[in-house]
């Protein structure tokens, strides 16, 4: 009898020992999954989140041209077809998987004005995939994403196609309100005296086109000038602006050398063949780039063509689902898509600086610090706007009277845009949050980093920020 009771005293005891290990394990997973990590810091933990976690498993866009070149006779949709299409290719995804579409895009084809939805029909993709259209200036893209985060969040969707495209190439152009107003009313004329009558009033100045303006509506303000005065507060001279600019397209030459922009899928151009790359790249000397004169504030101002992003056409897309769905798909996601935020601020003043207000922000919503941070990815609308947004957050005083804190810090620039950015890789207004999320996904693994932050300004005063953890490695 001791010796039964023996064996069973130890097998109860190594049970719970099993046990004990067991739960130290599932509780360990599910710390991470939940985004509980203590940072590199010491003692900063990522705050975890409601709802299932949400993954990118992989992005892809089309070669960012500059307007007005190998795209130019194609539709805004047919760009954000091929980004879609190349996506899929290049996951291996079946097209029946999809749930939904959703897509940014700021200056909208009328004809295609729901650019997602023509985009899916246009792929051949089945006719039941919801997909529609959402915009918010330069962080349309950034909007298609996390809506589409929360769909999945809400159990209401597990796979979701976002993105965005942009086509400069051919915006469209409207007939003054007084010719619009004419011809409107001409639907009802019934006689050659009725159509005459409608030439009334009617003056010279009436027939000029009015193309789409790169302004403010609230301040009607160009986002050039307001660049200009932003440098001009922060005191950032034109030669750090030059210096910046020289920064980003020689990156992105590297990158692009390097094999690094996978994310890139070839585009078929009728009558042309294939494009493949970026081509608004251009290395040149701090030289040449000083001969340049400002573009907008003259003689005195600091902005020029050569530091501030061109004029671009192009698509993106990236595949988002559940955790669980990838699992259950058999995927190796890159990332998971932890907090995002969105801020606003008056337009007229500070119209440039919503990566400095969202940065602290979804920081203090995850708990984190700068120093947390492994890859920073932000958008360069202007090379001023992205110097003077990093001074913000450097400026005990800025950050003191405007967001009534203690300042954020400065970024390590050895974890900034590495790969170069808008500046030189071009914006495609509605596309280029998929481009920025892609990159940080990439540059974590590549860098063998956790945490990557993403920010971008946007027209109305508004700004986004992201933050992306790595997907861990099997």
């Not at 360069?380 to 003077?388: H, T």
């Not at 999320?437 to 993403?454: H, N, P, S, V, Y």
Request: hydrophobic share 40%.
């Amino acid at each position: 009898f001791s010796f039964l009771r023996w064996v069973a005293l130890s097998l109860r005891h190594r049970t719970n020992v099993a046990f004990a290990m067991l739960s130290q394990f599932a509780r360990a997973s599910r710390s991470f999954s939940t985004g509980v990590r203590v940072a590199a810091g010491g003692g900063a933990k990522l705050k975890s989140q409601p709802g299932p976690n949400i993954v990118l498993v992989d992005g892809a866009r089309t070669p960012f041209l500059m307007s007005g070149t190998d795209y130019k006779d194609m539709m805004p949709h047919d760009l954000q077809r091929e980004a879609i299409r190349g996506l899929l290719k290049k996951t291996g995804l079946p097209v029946e998987k999809v749930e939904y579409v959703i897509c940014g895009s700021v200056i909208a084809e009328v004809k295609t004005s729901n650019i997602a939805r023509e985009a899916v029909l246009s792929a051949g993709w089945p006719d039941t995939i919801p997909a529609h259209t959402v915009t918010q200036a330069c962080i349309s893209a950034n909007q298609a994403i996390t809506t589409s985060v929360g769909y999945m969040k809400s159990g209401f969707v597990n796979v979701c196609v976002a993105g965005g495209a942009e086509f400069m190439s051919d915006v469209p152009i409207r007939f003054s309100r007084p010719v619009r107003k004419r011809l409107m009313a001409s639907t009802k004329v019934k006689s050659v005296g009725g159509y005459l009558s409608l030439l009334n009033g009617l003056k010279l100045k009436d027939l000029a086109p009015e193309p789409p303006a790169v302004a403010e509506f609230s301040s009607r303000e160009v986002m050039g000038h307001s660049a200009d005065r932003l440098t001009s507060f922060f005191g950032v001279t034109r030669e750090e602006q030059d210096d910046f600019a020289l920064r980003s397209h020689t990156l992105a030459q590297e990158a692009q050398d390097k094999g690094y922009l996978d994310d890139v899928t070839p585009v078929k151009v009728p009558g042309k063949g294939f494009v493949e790359k970026d081509n608004g790249i251009r290395v040149a000397s701090r030289e040449k780039l000083a001969q340049l004169k400002p573009a907008f504030i003259k003689p005195h101002g600091t902005i020029t063509a050569a530091n501030s992003s061109f004029l671009t056409d192009g698509a993106s897309a990236v595949l988002l689902m559940t955790e669980e769905k990838a699992k259950e798909l058999g995927y190796q996601p890159l990332a998971y898509l932890r907090h995002f935020t969105y801020v606003a601020q008056d337009p007229a003043e500070q119209l440039l600086l919503g990566p400095a207000y969202a940065t602290p922000k979804v920081l203090d919503m995850a708990g984190l610090s700068l120093k947390d941070i492994d890859v920073f990815e932000f958008h360069e609308a202007f090379a001023g706007q992205i110097l003077a947004n990093l001074k913000a957050l450097d400026s005990e005083d800025f950050c003191q009277k405007y967001m009534k804190r203690g300042k954020v810090g400065a970024i390590p620039m050895e974890k900034f845009n590495k790969w170069g950015g808008s500046l030189s890789l071009g914006h495609p207004f509605g596309a280029t949050g998929g481009r920025l999320l892609t990159t940080t996904a990439k540059r974590l693994i590549k860098e063998d980093g956790q945490f990557g932050l993403i920010a971008a300004c946007a027209a109305g005063g508004l700004g986004h920020a992201m933050l992306v953890e790595r997907y861990p490695s099997k």
